[in-house]
Structure formats: C-alpha cells, structure tokens
Antibody, heavy 118, light 111 residues
Framework: QVTLRESGPALVKPTQTLTLTCSFS??????????VNWIRQPPGKALEWLAR???????YYSTSLKTRLTISKDTSKNQVVLTMARMDPVDTATYYC??????????WGQGTLVTVSS | NFMLTQPHSVSESPGKTVIISCTRS????????VQWYQQRPGSAPTVVIY?????PSGVPDRFSGSIDSSSNSASLTISGLKTEDEADYYC??????????FGGGTKLTVL
C-alpha cells in the first residue's frame, strides 16, 4: 500500500536552513504522471502548497516562497527532500508530503511539526 | 496567483444538508478542477471530492461537488449530516498546473 512519512528536525533556529525528507513506499516516482508535493499548515491555520517534483524531474514552487525552496528526489531511495532557507518563526508549521498521481493529493504523510525559535 | 475564499465556519444539525462555498478571486472557476479535502483534528487531510464533482471510492454519496460560473465559485454539499462529518474542509484548485492553491478552510460543526 502507499505510504509517505516526513522526517526532519522538530526545532530550528531563525535564519537556519530546514531540510525535510519524505520517505515513501508503494509507488514509483519514476512512473509517468507521478509527483510528490510539500504542503504546510501553521497551527490553527490553512493549508499552503509549497513545492512539487514530478516523475521527470520537473520542479514547481510557490510563487511567494520560491527564492527559499529547493526540492529534489532520489528515486533509488524513494525519497524526496525539501530545503527551506532563512527560516523564520512564521514558518512554524506542520509540514506534509503528499502524492499526486492524477489531479489531486491522494496520499498524505502524517506530517511533521517544525517549530522555529531561538 | 488567485485566491480561494471560504466561509470561516458553518454549522447544521444532524440529518440536515450543508453547503460550503469556495469563491475564486480571478480566473474562471470552471477552467481548472476543484478538489475538496476533509481534515479532522490531529490528522492529515483526505480528499472527499476531486475533479470538481467526483468521489473517491469509500466516500459516501452524501458528499457532492459542483461549480457555479455566475458566482465563480465551487460548492461542497453534504447531505444527511452525521456527527462524524464534523471537521475542517478545504477547497483546492490550480493555475496552469504550476501553482496549487488552497482555500482558507471552513470549520463544520454538526450540532
């Protein structure tokens, strides 16, 4: 079955770079049409799409955050990595990775809470 | 980029029908599919409607989606409300397949 799991630090300091890993199983990111996305949710607030990487290595970023984000994949390890530079307390959120096989996010990880504080 | 605006909260009684709206700020609501996600406290979202009006397997037919081009909005209708439907609901659409946008979310209370 399809599973995704986010991992990374629970606490980062302001100005640091955050690195999150999405480890997945049950599907091939090399399959045509497949993508993995990162989505975040500040406590008590709405979902925000951040980035996407496609099966063919195409990458897409949120317009408002594109200068701070980098997404990459290691198909052999079944992992997608997101880095976010210059972290700020407003970036405190639960970060999710989610698969998209057609037109919607069909499988999500359980999310990982990242707190930005000195 | 465009925005999707949802009511902050709605409430209704068990057995009744509720409609949650999602208004697109620019561009036509009909030009891209709309998805609806349900999120219960402490859990990741799950899709209840995709491609504007399609239901994934396992989602009861009490859930339905539609669009109204005159108001440039999408709607999620939940009929025969159950207490288990109490959750946050988010609409989501995209622009040129390069920018994915979520609405601000609607808290549904089933009294």
């Amino acid at each position: 079955q399809v599973t995704l799991r986010e991992s990374g630090p629970a606490l980062v300091k302001p100005t640091q770079t955050l690195t999150l890993t999405c480890s997945f199983s049950g599907f091939l990111l090399s399959r045509s049409g497949m993508s993995v996305n990162w989505i975040r949710q500040p406590p008590g607030k709405a979902l925000e799409w951040l980035a996407r990487i496609d099966w063919d290595y195409d990458k897409y970023y949120s317009t408002s955050l594109k200068t701070r984000l980098t997404i990459s994949k290691d198909t052999s390890k079944n992992q997608v990595v997101l880095t976010m530079a210059r972290m700020d307390p407003v970036d405190t959120a639960t970060y999710y990775c989610a698969r998209m096989a057609t037109t919607y996010f069909d499988y999500w990880g359980q999310g990982t809470l990242v707190t930005v504080s000195s | 980029n465009f925005m999707l605006t949802q009511p902050h909260s709605v409430s209704e009684s068990p057995g009744k029908t509720v409609i949650i709206s999602c208004t697109r700020s620019s561009g036509s609501i009909a030009s891209n599919y709309v998805q609806w996600y349900q999120q219960r406290p402490g859990s990741a979202p799950t899709v209840v409607i995709y491609d504007t009006n399609e239901r994934p397997s396992g989602v009861p037919d009490r859930f339905s989606g539609s669009i109204d081009s005159s108001s440039n909005s999408a709607s999620l209708t939940i009929s025969g409300l159950k207490t288990e439907d109490e959750a946050d609901y988010y609409c989501q659409s995209y622009d040129s397949i390069t920018s994915w946008v979520f609405g601000g979310g609607t808290k549904l209370t089933v009294l």
